[in-house]
């Protein structure tokens, strides 16, 4: 057969739907949807629990030594690798809001860089405020905070500290800047992230040796241990790195089917002189045709998960040509392997089973 007969053969097969060619184009274009897009929400849902994680504060870890923590030391690990934000802290004596005389905030001192552990919202010089503390007095960006003990003060900003699970103490609170080398601390905080065994391993050397306590050593905690110790993002693996693979099997698997359905029909044409190699070329090319429909199908679908989070579109962008490129080859694959079962000589055996 000539080039333009094979094409027109494949193009009269198509359109008249021979052997269920409809059929199985809706199947591919279902399977080949689970198979790009399936990767693509794995990896958004994870990306999406690991952000909860991070604001949870559960990458942060605590040094607690009460008086015994090195400012400097422990905002040196920052310098560390996957150390996002560090910062030390102490307690002072409690704050008296002038619009609230009778009630007295927790007020903390804390390290330059131990907002950025916080996650606090605003700029310049001041005091940082809880959301609670900043809801209570009504602050609002720009404002002035008036206290019993300083009278007017600058605000820099606030930091959320809800209720879920995190270590007591910040929810209701005002922090002041104090230098690092202002003295020791109580806690230095630490966010790592990715998750790695640095901070534990080296916790002890923000410890000032001796004084009160020190017997007892420093402790390690976590900021919020309500999500676990270790952020883990198994069950999305396992469908990002075996969802594509898997459908291109079962794009495959029906493929090959539909090629075995028409067994009488490819041993009959073969029966009248239509060689074997002909015959791969019209079922490949019908074959690509389908899985191009497909792809013209889904794809779209995928660049708009894709563009639709700028900050995943690397990740996303080859998940969906990973899966999309094994289910074309599941589908050639299955068209080849289908044929290859199919033998002349068995033509009254497929008449009689037909």
């Not at 390290?111 to 552990?117: E, K």
Request: net charge neutral; charged share 15%; hydrophobic share 50%.
């Amino acid at each position: 057969m000539t080039l333009a007969s094979v094409w027109g053969e494949a193009y009269r097969n198509l359109t008249a739907g021979v052997g269920g060619s409809r059929v199985l184009l809706i199947v591919v274009i279902v399977l080949t949807a689970c198979g790009v897009l399936a990767p693509q929400l794995a990896l958004l849902q994870a990306d999406s629990r690991a952000v909860a994680y991070q604001r949870s504060g559960a990458a942060t870890l605590i040094v607690k030594a009460e008086g015994r923590i090195d400012g400097v030391r422990c905002e040196a690990f920052r310098q560390l690798e996957n150390v996002t934000a560090a910062g030390a802290v102490r307690e002072r004596e409690g704050l008296t809001l002038a619009l609230l005389p009778s009630t007295t905030v927790r007020y903390f001192e804390s390290t330059p860089q131990f907002a950025g552990v916080l996650g606090a919202r605003g700029d310049g010089a001041g005091l940082l405020l809880s959301d609670e503390v900043a809801d209570a007095v009504g602050w609002r960006d720009g404002d002035e905070l008036s206290l019993a003990e300083r009278g007017r003060v600058p605000v820099a900003g606030r930091f959320a500290y809800p209720d879920d699970g995190r270590v007591a103490g910040l929810g209701y609170a005002i922090l002041g800047d104090a230098p690092a080398s202002s003295g020791l601390f109580d806690e230095c905080w630490v966010t790592v992230w990715p998750q790695t065994p640095i901070v534990e391993s080296l916790a002890g050397l923000v410890v000032v040796p001796g004084g009160a306590g020190a017997a007892a050593g420093p402790t390690l905690v976590q900021a919020n241990a309500t999500l676990g110790a270790r952020f883990s993002a198994d069950a999305e693996r396992v469908i990002w790195s075996a969802a594509g693979l898997a459908a291109a099997l079962l794009v495959a698997v029906a493929v090959a089917f539909h090629v075995r359905g028409r067994r009488l029909e490819l041993a009959s044409a073969r029966h009248v002189g239509v060689r074997p190699a002909d015959q791969y070329a019209i079922t490949v090319i019908e074959v690509a045709v389908i899985a191009g429909i497909a792809m013209i199908v889904v794809l779209p679908v995928a660049a708009y998960v894709m563009f639709s989070v700028p900050s995943m579109a690397v990740p996303l962008m080859w998940h969906a040509v990973q899966s999309a490129a094994l289910a074309i080859a599941g589908a050639i694959g299955g068209a080849l392997a289908g044929l290859a079962g199919v033998r002349e000589r068995h033509l009254f055996r497929y008449f009689r089973e037909r």
